[in-house]
């Protein structure tokens, strides 16, 4: 029975790892590193045209407020339906997102 139990724990893993990397608004990174990690992909957006930093979506270049650079981490890069994009502003969270589907 408990080889069972064992397994059973073994395969929820994956998933409970990635239920807790979702960062709230408004973290920084060092609390976003202690709880999801190092990211596996980060990008620093330098560009002051709001039309070069789009890195999701239109609306993410509002996030920008002309505010830069804004620093992307991206967790489970090769597994597309549990990958997340965290964006950073001034060092904090601004948004935990999945990415638009191509």
Known sequence: MRYWLVIALFL???SLATAIC????GMTKDEVFAECGPPDYAEI???DNPETAIPLS???AALLNNEYPMVLWQYDLFDGKNSRIIMFRSGQVVRCCLPEPE
């Open 12 to 14: 929820l893993l994956p």
């Open 22 to 25: 979702q960062p709230d608004e």
């Open 45 to 47: 957006i330098r560009s």
């Open 58 to 60: 239109t609306n993410d």
